[in-house]
């Protein structure tokens, strides 16, 4: 998508150019990187496509170093290779694995509920060592799940998203901690591999180092070492100077490195009987045998760095060499040593030694999607190694051929399992652009081989200064996850090795210049770094004597200029891409800034898209690149456009339709609709907006309304975040949104026969069927309600051996009734809306693509257009939410002098105790943009403005930048030149407020008012979807009462708490109803509803189905329970069948029946 996107929001419409006017004052250097590109390339060096492969000859020509020429598949197919019989007289070996043409589009995956995949192939080679004959084959290893576009994945017709993974990077870590009786410090190391056995020392407080193999018994380390076969002599000769493992070569006994495999095989396996060789094959698998230790290239590479060794990145098991260079860094940082000799860039240079910080983000890197993915390959193709073992011993050798040796479905299920039921594969958040694209930008350290949420620590989750630029330190889950899901930072990227750089201005001699660098965490503690907002003189030299800048550990201080080795490259570098769509940012408070980030998220597309006024310039980044805008792929001029498609004829040749998406229902039953943005005739260039997807305008991301805000108490309406609306918006669909929901029914085989689709259903009056067409399905355009059939259907009733003569007469008058049962789908409780969509598969013989014994599926749409109403949640960009309270007539609202009434009335207690002022600056400055203005001469305030900005027409969208925005003093000046009105007044002071006066009086309000414009999202926490009340319905199996929660259709418990409330009151009658015939007492509720029905009296209660559980659990404890009457009769505790038939018979109702389904709807 990077190539599609310009760095301006210019757009073809009308030839018009839709641009912000910005009150940035630092000119960004570096344009806002491929937001996507944190999925897209690592999938594709995963699958080594051409752009991956046209990459890495760029980084070879460009004389940069490559750590991987080969595809993610390519490595781990040759991993596994040659895979060999016991007896070494086979082998297989697999080579260019590659994918076919991909079976089914993405949209005929989503319709028919398919995997967007490509079969995989791969080359099979098998030898016969013994013949030397050599078998070819290529093999199908399955279908392999391919990316879209956008970064998602189709997995059984439903788009997902695979989250990155934030994990400790293998390497070496030394720690230090404080022995509690002597108060000495301790100082350990741990070696971590990515797969295989730790491997620890240690120095304790007696100065002796210790060995930890696979974390069990500590051993002495001059054993160890000699049992990978060094000498006294030479362990002396490496620790000559290292007085603690000179003292423990004293000490030590065994002196032959037979003897010292035989002690540490004692240790380990301790009971076994122990031989020499087996001791060797030991330790050998444990670190220095690749099949079951690997650093991978990053523990390597970290290893190297750390311990000043050089060694090529594709060594990845231990070396004799990096335990020395350990042990010796270990018990030099022991003695209290700064430094030790060691080798960087074929150099002799000096190590600092220090002792690891594990939250550092130079010690936790990024598995993304493509080493996800691989991983889930390998442990498939582990598990069909040991099958293709088994198969060369039991087979014939001579009819075997690679095709025979291999079983795919290992592999297949692997792979299935991963996209289905993983942690980091999750359903794709798809309630607006911004959230499909922060969903794909999210770094998870939860997940296999992560951490989880009762383990981590405050440490793991706080704030770290390696975050800068990396992560943002703002955008965080507010539940149990905060601060184990994060959010990539607007600017970062990540390396070959899975660590997240940032870019920074390279400064030379003084000199801010255009090259940037990328850099690491741990490249950047090397470094000084001023920030973005560092004054500058016309040839880039700093215009101060002293610069703010960042040292290591996150230290800040005040340095000379020539101290100064990088500069930031913007300021919004060290946020995400949601928290760079609030402005004014900077005059937030954190935790606010948080929930706003989050909030924007959450908005629903309204049914017409605005871009907000007041802006930040990241609208038009963040909606290109979620992908959800259609953007010319080269230059042309438009010759054709209906509503679904769009055709550009193309100046270097050829035509280009573009199809867009209408009315589809996105995975969050919100509405997925293009809008063409161009007409016939329009010259479009490269990256210009074609069709404006869902909550987007003219190519900018549009999540809400600018509204006219007024800050005041009305009435006591908008206590507590409260908020008061104008009856206008709702009037005018100002707040309307779309939305879709999904309905399916598959008629199946049964025992009893087949189930059928049919408009003949029993017992339906005509008044349900009118809507329906001759295959009893619903007719598009329909207006349906609860209860309404959607789709008829009828499933074969088990019955009783019929007579003759009843057979007969069932012959002869054709009585469906008695067979079949009415099934069909219907509106469930409190939904309604239009059929917009009806989609029916039928299942073709032979072919199980439904669905074992379905034969037929109807899939129904069913949109509804929801106004805003009371009780629905309303948004700033702040962290400024509340509830609607009040829909007040627009006559009673507040309004201007000159008549306008405001839209939306916001409580002013809401701004200070939460300290989010900068919705107040966007109110001026969304007034300022909304009148225009013009600065006659040029007033100081104005000096750092650009010049484009000293005039503006009325409605000019305006960007304030993160920390680079207008400030107080240019928002005050600006107010007091806004444009007058026709009787040449400005309705808004200087101050920001303005006289307005009451509704429904006509009176001025006694003190000035703010009001001005603020961008307001509609969120998801829509009334329609939690308002919810229940007569009867199902009941639970067991105790008999009542479900919970709207989506059982359950009743409002009354718990132990309410109880003890209507207890204090004395309200004896009122709880026992409550606890009887509203709840569990089976034939009191069925009474009891007979009697309202028929307007009789209501008899007493009886005994409750809970009490009668609790007998039956005293008895089956041998307790003989009776239950007595006052006179002292026993009570039987079994009800009446007949009482609840005849009940039924006569009410057309079931209270009392013992499914947990049972629900009125069923009877």
Same mark, same amino acid.
């Not at 190539?3 to 073809?12: D, E, G, K, L």
């Not at 099958?387 to 592999?411: G, S």
């Not at 909030?599 to 609208?619: D, H, I, K, N």
């Not at 469930?828 to 379905?854: M, N, Y």
């Given at each position: ?46 699958? +080594? ?89 290529? *093999? ?16 059984? +017709? ?217 991983? =889930? ?19 014939? #050798? ?294 404006? +997807? ?137 939904? =309604?809306?239009?059929? #917009? ?41 702040? +962290? ?211 009697? #309202? ?27 003989? *329970? ?42």
């Amino acid at each position: 998508m990077a190539v599609a996107r310009s760095a301006s929001t210019t757009t073809a419409k009308n030839g018009r150019v839709a641009q912000r006017l910005s009150f940035a004052k630092i000119n960004d250097t570096l344009e806002v990187p491929d937001l996507l590109a944190l999925q897209t390339e690592s999938f594709e060096w995963l699958v +080594g496509s051409p752009v991956w492969k046209k990459r890495v000859a760029e980084a070879k020509a460009q004389g940069l170093p490559v750590v991987s020429e080969r595809s993610g598949l390519q490595e781990i197919f040759e991993e596994i290779s040659p895979i060999e019989d016991s007896s070494e007289t086979m082998q297989l070996s697999f080579q260019n694995p590659y994918l076919e043409d991909e079976k089914y589009s993405i949209d005929e995956c989503k319709e028919r509920g398919k995997t967007y995949a490509a079969p995989l192939y791969v080359e099979a080679e098998f030898m016969n060592h013994q013949t030397g004959e050599i078998k070819t084959q290529t *093999v199908f290893m399955g279908d392999f799940p391919l990316m879209t576009e956008k970064g998602t994945f189709v997995i059984n +017709g439903t788009e997902r998203v695979v989250v990155s993974q934030l994990v400790r990077s293998p390497g070496v870590y030394f720690e230090t901690s404080l022995d509690k009786l002597s108060d000495k410090e301790i100082h350990s190391v741990r070696v971590i591999p990515s797969r295989g056995a730790w491997l620890e020392f240690e120095v304790d407080k007696r100065d002796q180092v210790g060995v930890r193999i696979d974390r069990k018994r500590k051993q002495s380390v001059t054993v160890f070492l000699k049992a990978l076969g060094l000498t006294s002599e030479e362990i002396a000769k490496h620790f000559a100077g290292f007085s603690s493992i000179e003292e423990a070569l004293e000490k030590d006994t065994i002196l032959t490195k037979e003897e010292a495999l035989k002690d540490i095989y004692r240790k380990l396996r301790p009971g076994e009987q122990v031989a020499a060789e087996a001791a060797r094959l030991l330790l050998d698998n444990f670190y220095f045998n690749s099949k079951r230790y690997d650093l991978a290239k990053v523990g390597r590479y970290k290893i190297n760095r750390k311990l000043g060794i050089e060694l090529p990145l594709n060594t990845t098991v231990l070396t004799i060499e990096d335990i020395i260079a350990t042990i010796k860094y270990l018990v030099a940082l022991h003695d209290g040593r700064t430094h030790i000799e060691g080798a960087r860039g074929g150099k002799k240079v000096d190590i600092r030694l220090d002792v690891d910080d594990i939250d550092h983000f130079g010690n936790r890197r990024i598995r993304a999607v493509g080493e996800l993915i691989q991983n =889930q390959v390998r442990t498939g193709l582990s598990r069909m190694e040991r099958v293709v073992r088994e198969r060369m011993t039991t087979q014939d #050798i001579e009819a075997i051929t690679p095709q025979t040796l291999i079983n795919v479905r290992p592999v297949v299920a692997a792979i299935k399992e991963f996209f289905g039921t993983s942690q980091l594969s999750q359903f794709m958040d798809q309630n607006n652009p911004l959230s499909g694209l922060t969903h794909k930008r999210r770094l998870s350290a939860l997940g296999p081989g992560g951490l989880s949420r009762e383990r981590a620590g405050v440490e793991v989750r706080d704030v770290h200064p390696s975050h800068y630029g990396r992560m943002c330190p703002i955008e965080t889950p507010e539940g149990p996850n905060i601060g184990l899901i994060g959010s990539l930072a607007s600017f970062a990227r990540i390396n070959a090795f899975g660590f997240i750089e940032t870019p920074y201005r390279r400064v030379t001699k003084g000199k801010v210049s255009k090259n940037i660098d990328y850099l690491t965490a741990n490249d950047e503690d090397e470094f000084v770094v001023a920030q973005a907002g560092t004054p500058l003189n016309a040839d880039g030299t700093f215009a101060e004597d002293k610069v703010l800048v960042r040292k290591k550990g996150g230290e800040v201080e005040l340095v000379s200029p020539d101290l100064v080795d990088y500069v930031d490259v913007s300021p919004r570098q060290m946020v995400s891409v949601a928290t760079s769509l609030i402005p004014f940012l900077e005059h937030d408070d954190a935790n606010r800034a948080l929930m706003g980030a989050n909030m924007q998220r959450q908005a629903v597309p309204l049914l017409r898209s605005e871009s907000p006024l007041v802006g930040t310039g990241m609208e038009s980044f963040a909606a290109v690149d979620a992908g959800d805008v259609i953007v010319a792929l080269a230059p042309g001029v438009v010759t054709e456009v209906s509503a679904d498609h769009a055709v550009v004829k193309q100046d270097k040749g050829g035509t280009k339709t573009y199809y867009l998406r209408k009315f589809d229902r996105s995975n969050q039953g919100t509405n997925y609709n293009h809008q063409v943005r161009v007409s016939v005739g329009d010259k479009v260039a490269e990256g210009s907006v074609i069709a404006d +997807g869902p909550a987007t305008e003219n190519g900018e991301l549009a999540l809400g309304k600018n509204l006219l805000v007024a800050f005041m108490s009305w009435e006591g309406y908008n206590f507590e975040d409260a908020i008061i609306l104008s009856q206008n918006l709702v009037k005018d669909d100002t707040l309307s949104s779309i939305h879709i929901e999904e309905y399916e029914v598959d008629a199946r085989d049964t025992k009893l026969g087949k189930e059928e689709i049919t408009r003949d259903l029993p017992n339906v009056g005509p008044e349900l069927l009118a809507n329906l067409d001759e295959r009893g399905i619903i007719r598009i355009g329909a207006e349906v309600r609860p209860g309404d059939v959607l789709v008829g259907k009828v499933t074969p009733k088990g019955e009783t051996e019929l007579s003759a003569e009843e057979r007969l007469l069932r012959a002869i008058f054709n009585e469906k009734s008695r067979e079949v049962r009415d099934t069909s789908l219907k509106v469930p409780h409190g939904e =309604q809306g239009t059929i #917009i969509g009806v989609k029916v598969f039928d299942a073709v013989d032979g072919d199980d693509e439904l669905g074992s014994g379905v034969n037929q599926r109807v899939v129904v749409y069913i949109a509804q257009k929801r106004k805003i109403s009371e009780g629905d949640k309303l948004a700033g960009r702040h +962290g400024n939410k509340g509830v609607i309270a009040k829909i007040l007539p627009i006559e009673d609202m507040p309004f201007l002098e000159d008549g306008t009434p405001v839209d939306i009335i916001l409580n002013p207690l809401g701004v200070p105790g939460r300290m989010n002022f900068g919705q107040v600056l966007e109110i001026h400055l969304g007034w300022a943009a909304k009148q225009g203005w013009k600065i006659p001469g040029d007033p100081a305030w104005a000096k750092r403005l650009a010049a484009m900005a000293k005039e503006a027409a009325p409605g000019t969208k305006v960007a304030t930048p993160v920390f680079d925005g207008a400030s107080e003093e240019e928002i005050a000046g600006l107010l007091d030149h806004t444009l007058v009105t026709r009787d040449g007044k400005r309705l808004v002071d200087s101050t920001g407020k303005a006289r307005l006066f009451d509704g429904r009086s006509g009176e001025p309000f006694p003190m000035p008012i703010s009001v001005g414009y603020m961008y307001i999202l509609k969120l998801h926490h829509l009334i329609d979807d939690k308002i919810h009340a229940r007569s009867t319905g199902p009941y639970s199996m067991i105790t008999q009462q009542p479900l919970g929660g709207k989506a059982q259709f359950g009743g409002q418990r009354f718990g132990e708490m309410e109880v003890w409330a209507l207890e204090a009151y004395g309200a004896s009658y009122a709880l026992q109803e409550l606890l009887t015939i509203k709840s569990d007492d089976i034939l009191g509720r069925v009474k009891v509803y007979e009697a #309202i029905v028929k307007g009789e009296n209501i008899q007493e209660p009886g005994i409750p189905e809970s009490f009668k559980v609790l007998m039956k659990e005293m008895q089956s404890l041998c307790l003989n *329970v009776e239950v007595l009457s006052a006179d002292g009769q026993v009570v039987s505790l079994k009800d009446s069948d007949d009482e609840l038939y005849r009940a039924a018979e006569e009410l057309g109702i079931n209270l009392s029946t013992r499914f947990e389904s049972s629900s009125v709807d069923e009877i």
